[in-house]
């Protein structure tokens, strides 16, 4: 049996990469990584720490409607932050909707310009 340490990267499916890099940099504070490989196909890194990344791939996203309106509901990518007042206070500038746990816990869930949900949780 395979004994796995972490997760390497996520990759979510985006319409509209400048797009999708305002909300991942400029609203969550994620880093681009510029050390990756060039693929055949517009897309970006994203460090979430040291060892772990997003990959945001460039191509018409299949999924962007019908989805659940609480993304606890929806497939996601959870994110742990130290600070989780200031993300929401940041998706609260952004005009960002998003919800909170439904179970109580110190989280919220909120979605990307094409509707990828995370879960940010302290």
Not at 21 to 36: I, P
Not at 45 to 53: F, P, R, S
Request: aromatic share 6%.
């Amino acid at each position: 049996m395979a004994t796995f340490k972490t997760i390497h990267h996520v990759s979510m499916i985006v319409s509209d990469l400048e797009k999708s890099l305002a909300f991942y940099c400029d609203v969550l504070g994620l880093t681009l990584n510029t050390s990756r490989p060039e693929m055949k196909f517009k897309g970006a890194w994203l460090d979430i720490n040291e060892q772990q990344q997003i990959h945001l791939l460039q191509i018409n996203n299949p999924d962007s409607v019908n989805r659940p309106s609480h993304g606890g509901r929806d497939r996601h990518t959870a994110l742990i932050t130290e600070k989780i007042e200031a993300v929401e206070a940041k998706l609260n500038k952004a005009g960002i909707i998003y919800t909170k746990s439904q179970s109580g816990r110190s989280a919220l869930f909120c979605r990307d310009p094409d509707g990828n949900t995370l879960e940010i949780m302290a």
